[in-house]
């Protein structure tokens, strides 16, 4: 069965740290699509990265950066010099590539980021 | 600039009544979703549309229906509100049919029913 496993429920750095949050997945396709997600204090669901299950290269973007690996099906994202409005809660998604996945997200349970000052 | 809407933003409600909340998107996305996020359960899919006059039911999707009259709208309406259907709802729309599309998220609506 298909899951996403997001095992920090809360993570808290003093800023310009580095942070790394951690997503494990599970899935017996061999097709599928891997996402992250930032919900900030004021509520809204942003979109960061999507990554299919072909792409291994590591995905950098300014201060964010994704490290992909099959061999551990882990989809890490490290945040470079936190800044205080990176705190968010971060939330790991799958989307499995069959049809009968019927296009759905099956999301971890979010890790709550707190950078302090 | 292209968008998703969701409207109120904050309702209130008491048990029993049927309540409608709104979710509009002007990206012409054939994918529609409706989901609640709840604390200790993340976010579960109620019901989604592939399509004009398609709907699906999610994981939640007792006490909830949808209805998709044309490509914009996916309106979820609480026939009878309960107090365990107070929860913050979130709209979604994805591009075309096919489980590589992102999807894409409103500002959510705050309901509570008393």
Redesign the interface.
Same mark, same amino acid.
């Given at each position: 069965a298909q899951k996403v496993t997001q095992a920090q429920t809360e993570i808290s750095v003093v800023e310009k740290e580095d942070v790394t949050l951690d997503c494990v997945y599970e899935t017996r396709d061999t097709t599928y699509y891997l996402f992250w997600y930032k919900q900030p204090p004021s509520g809204e669901l942003v979109f960061l990265i999507r990554r299919n299950s072909f792409d291994e290269q590591n995905e950098i973007s300014g201060r964010y950066s994704w490290n992909f690996q099959k061999s551990t099906s882990s989809f890490n994202f490290t945040i470079t010099a936190s800044q205080v409005v990176d705190s968010a809660v971060y939330f790991c998604a799958l989307s499995e590539g069959s049809r009968d996945s019927n296009y759905q997200l099956i999301w971890g349970a979010g890790t709550k980021l707190i950078i302090k000052p | 600039d292209a968008e998703i809407t969701q409207s109120p933003r904050h309702k209130i409600t008491e048990t029993g009544r049927q309540v409608t909340l709104a979710c509009h998107q002007t990206w012409n996305h054939n /994918?529609m979703f409706w989901y609640r996020q709840d604390l200790g359960h $993340? #976010?579960r #899919?109620i019901h +989604?549309s +592939?399509g004009v006059q398609d709907t /699906?039911k999610?994981e939640v999707s007792d006490g909830y229906s949808v209805s998709r009259s044309n490509t914009e709208d996916l309106p979820l309406t609480l026939e009878s509100a309960a107090s365990s259907q107070t929860s913050?709802y979130?709209c979604?729309s994805?591009e075309r @049919?096919?489980? @590589?599309? @992102?999807? +894409?998220?409103g500002? $959510?609506t705050r309901l509570t029913v008393l």
């Open positions: - | /994918n $993340g #976010l #899919l +989604y +592939y /699906n999610g913050v979130f979604a994805s @049919t096919s489980s @590589t599309d @992102t999807q +894409y998220f500002p $959510g």
